[in-house]
């Protein structure tokens, strides 16, 4: 796994606005039969990696948890990341290759 590029790749998703932030919205937005992919801290809280378990199950999703919060929140430019949705196929699969 090529952890630089990942999070690389994840600040240029991030600059053309192709992730959603925050567990709220995130758990709102799962789409059935739709690629997507989740980048949840390693250090989030009990309560949201539950949740995001359950929902990968239900939706199918990727779900990547090898990064940490402050991993995250430089990779995008944002404070206090814990979970980061994207959608964008092309994103995903170029994502994808490096893990």
Do not use: C, P, W
Not at 4 to 19: F, M, N
Not at 24 to 50: E, H, P
Not at 53 to 65: I, M, P, R, S, T
Request: glycine share 8%; charged share 25%; no cysteine.
């Amino acid at each position: 796994m090529n952890r630089h590029a990942i999070l690389q790749k994840l600040g240029l998703a991030s600059r053309a606005r192709k992730l959603l932030f925050g567990e709220g919205l995130i758990l709102k937005s799962f789409i059935k039969d739709q690629k997507q992919m989740v980048f949840l801290a390693n250090d989030a809280g009990a309560n949201i990696t539950k949740k995001m378990h359950q929902k990968q199950f239900a939706y199918g999703f990727h779900l990547v948890d090898g990064f940490s919060s402050t991993e995250l929140s430089k990779a995008v430019g944002k404070e206090h990341v814990k979970a980061i949705l994207l959608r964008d196929e092309g994103f995903i699969k170029t994502i994808f290759d490096e893990l």
